[in-house]
């Protein structure tokens, strides 16, 4: 299948990496011309453990290229994954879906026969519904789809999270979404990697719930370490003993310095 991926971050540059090893087409597409240059050259802008030789593999088999013209790699795609920026914004830290929205429009005007268009980014609830709108509205014409498919990356295993995930989580109510979209992640499911199809909207708040349980956790044995000091009691065991119970599992019951990074404190806001 032939793959835009909007966007050379983190998310955009692992997974587009990722599904050209799974033997799709995929064209990067980033405004900053430095940075496509310097991917054109094997110079990659981020640390992720493996990720160069994958770039690199991928592009010497051209199945993976970039650049920084949109219209091309986006009349030409099965399926055109949004994969830029959700910074907090100023003031209120919700997320700025300005990237987004404008990324959307650009697409809108390059479709070219049917396209899944997949806001890859983690978006607020409904922001797919925007991205149709502002779709429809530039090109009324256009056949196309918008579906969810909320990442699940971590930093430093962003790899391995991507080709050996827990859950896929496909959004989108279309039998042809969800057909493209299986073709795209066949790979996965031959590995019987569960793929789970859902509403957009429902897929879009698996991503929040996600994290927001996560950094949940983190926050509640962060509460106990603080407990366990004044009671004289070891929080590292107090863990594990609440660890063994399957309702609550080991996972992120690890006390320290709580949550950071560009996720948890943006989604939780």
């Given at each position: 299948?032939?793959?835009?991926?909007?966007?050379?971050?983190?998310?955009?540059?692992?997974?587009?990496?990722?599904?050209?090893?799974?033997?799709?087409?995929?064209?990067?597409?980033?405004?900053?011309?430095?940075?496509?240059?310097?991917?054109?050259?094997?110079?990659?802008?981020i640390?992720e453990?493996?990720?160069?030789?994958?770039?690199?593999?991928n592009?010497?088999?051209?199945?993976?290229?970039?650049?920084?013209?949109?219209?091309?790699?986006?009349?030409?795609?099965?399926?055109?994954?949004?994969?830029?920026?959700?910074?907090?914004?100023?003031?209120?830290?919700?997320?700025?879906?300005?990237?987004?929205?404008?990324?959307?429009?650009?697409?809108?005007?390059?479709?070219?026969?049917?396209?899944?268009?997949?806001?890859?980014?983690?978006?607020?609830?409904?922001?797919?519904?925007?991205?149709?709108?502002?779709?429809?509205?530039?090109?009324?014409?256009?056949?196309?789809?918008?579906?969810?498919?909320?990442?699940?990356?971590?930093?430093?295993?962003?790899?391995?999270?991507?080709?050996?995930?827990?859950?896929?989580?496909?959004?989108?109510?279309?039998?042809?979404?969800?057909?493209?979209l299986?073709?795209?992640?066949?790979?996965?499911?031959?590995?019987?990697?569960?793929?789970?199809?859902?509403?957009?909207?429902?897929?879009?708040?698996?991503?929040?719930?996600?994290?927001?349980?996560?950094?949940?956790?983190?926050?509640?044995?962060?509460?106990?370490?603080?407990?366990?000091?004044?009671?004289?009691?070891?929080?590292?065991?107090?863990?594990?003993?609440?660890?063994?119970?399957?309702?609550?599992?080991?996972?992120?019951?690890h006390?320290?310095?709580?949550?950071?990074?560009?996720?948890?404190?943006k989604?939780?806001?």
């Open positions: 299948m032939r793959i835009a991926m909007i966007g050379t971050g983190y998310v955009g540059l692992v997974s587009g990496a990722c599904l050209a090893d799974f033997g799709h087409h995929v064209i990067c597409v980033d405004k900053d011309a430095s940075k496509i240059e310097a991917l054109r050259r094997g110079e990659i802008p640390f453990p493996g990720l160069d030789a994958l770039v690199a593999s592009v010497k088999a051209k199945r993976l290229d970039f650049t920084t013209e949109l219209a091309a790699p986006v009349a030409e795609a099965d399926a055109v994954f949004i994969a830029v920026g959700t910074p907090s914004r100023r003031g209120d830290g919700h997320a700025d879906l300005t990237y987004v929205y404008s990324a959307a429009r650009e697409i809108a005007a390059a479709l070219s026969g049917f396209t899944v268009v997949v806001t890859k980014s983690t978006v607020p609830v409904g922001t797919g519904d925007e991205v149709e709108r502002l779709i429809r509205e530039a090109n009324p014409s256009a056949d196309v789809v918008v579906a969810s498919n909320p990442e699940f990356l971590r930093e430093g295993a962003a790899i391995r999270d991507f080709k050996f995930p827990d859950r896929i989580v496909v959004g989108t109510s279309d039998e042809r979404g969800r057909k493209v299986g073709d795209v992640y066949r790979p996965l499911s031959l590995n019987q990697a569960p793929m789970m199809y859902t509403a957009r909207r429902t897929a879009e708040l698996i991503k929040y719930a996600a994290n927001a349980f996560l950094a949940t956790k983190i926050t509640f044995i962060n509460e106990i370490a603080d407990l366990s000091e004044k009671v004289g009691a070891d929080v590292q065991e107090v863990a594990r003993g609440i660890g063994l119970d399957n309702r609550i599992g080991t996972k992120f019951l006390a320290g310095p709580g949550f950071g990074g560009s996720c948890f404190p989604d939780t806001r």
